[in-house]
């Protein structure tokens, strides 16, 4: 597979202007899709050859833009920015919306679960993969930001093992809070019981 490189790099000002981000498109992914990285300074001191922390971020337009309530995605991208601005670091904002079935699935699959399904289960009864992201793409996002070592915040354990088996150290799980609503709490808890999600729910 080729190496990525990069395309551009430009300040963007966010959550209305309070922080800086810098987006960084790339060069290299024949994928056609636009994965975008998002590069925050941080405003605490770094100690010298401190690690960055680094969220890899799955597209979730409901989640992310609307706030949907069904799942976790909105309140992660906003604790993500939060914490990577203090800290310093990287959110890989990864264009696999509905773990990577699209987003007319994912509606597909969300009428399903109103009928039962759990979130995996609604995926197979399209003949969907449960889970179809590769994470691959992110090490080498990661690459062509010369990153090698990261501490990354997520509860996915597929992340890390994707990563580590793609060439990035990951020095520490840093895992992201638990988001739950009476909305999304089933779907929080298949992700825990069935894929082994770091999420602690009462
Ligand atoms: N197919 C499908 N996708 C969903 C559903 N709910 C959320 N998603 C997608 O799941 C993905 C969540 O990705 P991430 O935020 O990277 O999170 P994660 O894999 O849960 O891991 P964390 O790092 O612990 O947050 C997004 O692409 C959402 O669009 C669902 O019910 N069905
Ligand atoms: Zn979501």
Redesign the pocket.
């Known amino acids: 597979m080729s190496k990525l490189t990069i395309k551009r790099r430009v300040m963007i000002p966010v959550r209305a202007g309070d922080v800086m981000a810098e987006f960084i498109s790339f060069n290299g992914d024949d994928s056609g899709k636009e994965h975008i990285g998002i590069y925050f300074e941080g405003t605490t001191p770094k100690k010298d050859g401190a690690v960055p922390l680094v969220?890899?971020?799955?597209?979730?337009?409901?989640?992310?833009v609307f706030g949907s309530g069904?799942?976790?995605?909105g309140e992660?991208?906003d604790e993500a920015i939060d914490r990577i601005n203090e800290e310093g670091g990287y959110i890989l904002y990864?264009r696999?919306?509905?773990?990577?079935?699209g987003?007319y699935?994912?509606l597909e699959?969300?009428a399903l679960?109103d009928q039962g399904y759990d979130?995996?289960e609604?995926?197979e009864m399209l003949h969907?993969p449960?889970?179809d992201?590769d994470f691959s793409i992110a090490a080498r996002m990661l690459d062509a930001l010369e990153v090698s070592k990261v501490r990354?915040?997520?509860?996915?354990p597929?992340?890390s093992e994707q990563l580590t088996a793609n060439g990035i150290d990951v020095v520490e799980i840093v895992?992201?809070q638990v988001h739950v609503n009476q909305h999304?709490r089933q779907?929080l808890e298949t992700?825990a019981k069935r894929?082994q999600?770091?999420?602690k729910l009462d």
């Open positions: 969220r890899l971020h799955s597209e979730c337009l409901t989640g992310d069904r799942c976790d995605c992660q991208l990864l696999q919306e509905g773990r990577g079935i987003l699935a994912k699959a969300y679960q979130t995996y609604a995926n969907l449960e889970d992201r990354l915040l997520t509860n996915n597929d992340k895992p992201t999304n779907y992700k894929k999600h770091t999420l």
